[in-house]
């Protein structure tokens, strides 16, 4: 499969078990995929990403799937992953030793989105996640990510070594982050390697965005300034 599954310490915890904008619930009957999972996939890809857990109903209670079935299950998520939508994409899975199936999606970059179904067609077949609920695309989110795909400044790339220029303490408290919302999907990782995932680092250097994230107090403005001008855009709500 091309996909490590590891036993999750943390998998009696029921922190996760509740629905919200990053995170979603669904019950496997059988050894078939919930019919409504692309959306889920498609949500969490054009938004800030998400886990999904196949196992826990709506209730949140921790029901799992039965062991003979996690194989193909697995298989079948990636397969839908990597052909069922008009870019590839990778999530990664993980198995709790109750039988959960957690599948983290990741957001992609603003140049690849909207994500969609091919057959359902742009609007029809693309979702954008608001709260815990998955919603159609419409022309004003597809105007939104247009303009959001002419950007491409965070992945400037600056001469530097990571362990000089970035405050460990950021990188610890965005770890820490992420392994109470997604499921501590870094958790086999080293920091360079989560790094190099989020493209904060390269083999050139630094990116834009990883001075932005995790800069210590001197290396944004050593190696931006004075070439740098940054661009706030507002949009209406809270969400970006």
Request: net charge neutral; no cysteine.
């Amino acid at each position: 499969m091309g996909y490590n599954v590891n036993q999750m310490a943390n998998s009696q915890d029921n922190s996760y078990s509740i629905e919200t904008d990053n995170t979603e619930n669904k019950l496997v009957s059988l050894d078939v995929l919930p019919s409504d999972l692309w959306e889920t996939i498609s949500a969490f890809s054009n938004m800030d990403g998400g886990m999904i857990h196949l196992g826990i109903n709506g209730d949140g209670k921790r029901v799992g799937v039965n062991p003979n079935y996690l194989d193909k299950l697995q298989r079948d998520i990636v397969t839908l992953s990597s052909s069922g939508f008009n870019h590839k994409l990778y999530p990664e899975i993980t198995v709790d030793p109750d039988n959960v199936v957690n599948v983290y999606i990741r957001p992609v970059p603003a140049s690849l989105r909207p994500i969609y179904t091919p057959k359902r067609g742009m609007l029809k077949g693309g979702r954008v996640r608001i709260g815990s609920s998955n919603h159609q695309l419409d022309e004003e989110w597809i105007k939104r990510f247009a303009i959001t795909a002419r950007g491409g400044a965070e992945l400037l790339e600056f001469p530097g070594e990571h362990d000089k220029l970035f405050d460990k303490v950021m990188i610890n408290k965005y770890l820490e982050v992420v392994k109470e919302r997604r499921g501590n999907v870094y958790k086999n990782l080293t920091v360079q390697e989560v790094l190099f995932k989020l493209r904060a680092i390269t083999p050139n250097g630094v990116t834009m965005f990883g001075l932005l994230a995790f800069s210590n107090l001197y290396a944004l403005q050593e190696l931006t300034a004075p070439t740098v001008n940054i661009a706030v855009t507002h949009y209406v709500g809270t969400s970006k």
